[in-house]
């Protein structure tokens, strides 16, 4: 019965900024750890940040100083924020939930995920 929504993809040119939303019920949001992950046409999908429950951060090496993972408890919401995109930030990003993420094991939720386009 978990749900998980994202919000906030898009078009954006190099440089530019996006930020992602992620909202879910049907649980009770503070136990769970959350995970951004993203995959672009032909590649696996892979873990880009995450987020436990009390609050630590983990970054892909790609991504990291550009995106930036937070969680609103109180709106049982998960964001990544997203700066200095370039153009291999492509892909369709998808939102995670469970009581462990890492990369290797994701959480057994997933959201229908949003497409994120970074071009000039």
């Known amino acids: 019965q978990v749900q998980l929504v994202e919000s906030g993809g898009g078009l954006v040119q190099p440089g530019g900024s996006l930020r992602l939303s992620c909202a879910v019920s049907?649980?009770?949001?503070?136990?769970?750890?959350m995970g951004w992950y993203r995959q672009a046409p032909g590649k696996q999908r892979e873990l880009v940040a995450l987020?436990?429950?009390?609050?630590?951060?983990n970054y892909a090496d790609s991504v990291k100083g550009r995106f930036t993972i937070s969680r609103d408890n109180d709106k049982n919401t998960v964001y990544l924020q997203m700066n200095s995109l370039k153009p291999e930030d492509t892909a369709v990003y998808y939102c995670n939930a469970g009581l462990s993420v890492t990369p290797a094991r994701p959480g057994d939720h997933w959201g229908q995920g949003t497409q994120v386009t970074v071009s000039s």
């Open positions: 049907g649980s009770i949001f503070r136990l769970y750890a």
């Open positions: 987020i436990a429950r009390a609050g630590s951060t």
